[in-house]
């Protein structure tokens, strides 16, 4: 019976030892790909910031301003005045039917009750 119980003994020491040795290899490879993950993170977070950069070089409010000025007669930009902005009801909102269609329950609006329904 010992020789049995040492043969299955040294089975599973080789076992174990196989796999942790497979392991210990996924984990390198799982650790490298952390790696080259975190450097395009970093390489990724250098674009932005460059990229931001050149943004607000780009968006100087000088420079607008003198762009505007040359290619004003192009764009005709002109400034914004109050008689250019609408009230809100002069927005031409489409009616509830065209929006949602047949409504079989209407909801009541302002405190007044539903025609089908009653309230307490």
């Known amino acids: 019976m010992r020789p049995v119980l040492y043969?299955?003994?040294f089975l599973?020491?080789?076992g174990l030892?196989?796999?942790a040795y497979t392991e210990h290899y996924n984990t390198r490879e799982a650790l490298r790909d952390v790696q080259a993950l975190q450097a395009?993170?970093?390489?990724?977070?250098?674009?932005?910031t460059l990229?931001?950069?050149e943004w607000?070089?780009?968006n100087r409010p000088t420079r607008l301003?003198?762009?505007a000025t040359l290619n004003f007669e192009r764009l005709g930009l002109l400034p914004l005045e109050p008689g250019q902005f609408g009230e809100i009801g002069q927005v031409a909102y489409p009616a509830?039917?065209?929006f949602f269609g047949q409504i079989d329950n209407p909801v009541t609006i302002a405190g007044e009750q539903s025609p089908d329904r009653e309230f307490p």
């Open 51 to 53: 990229q931001r950069g």
């Open 65 to 67: 301003r003198e762009l």
């Open 96 to 98: 509830v039917e065209e």
């Open 17 to 19: 030892g196989f796999w």
């Open 12 to 14: 599973a020491v080789l």
């Open 56 to 58: 607000a070089f780009l």
């Open 40 to 48: 395009e993170i970093a390489d990724l977070r250098e674009a932005l």
């Open 7 to 9: 043969v299955m003994s």
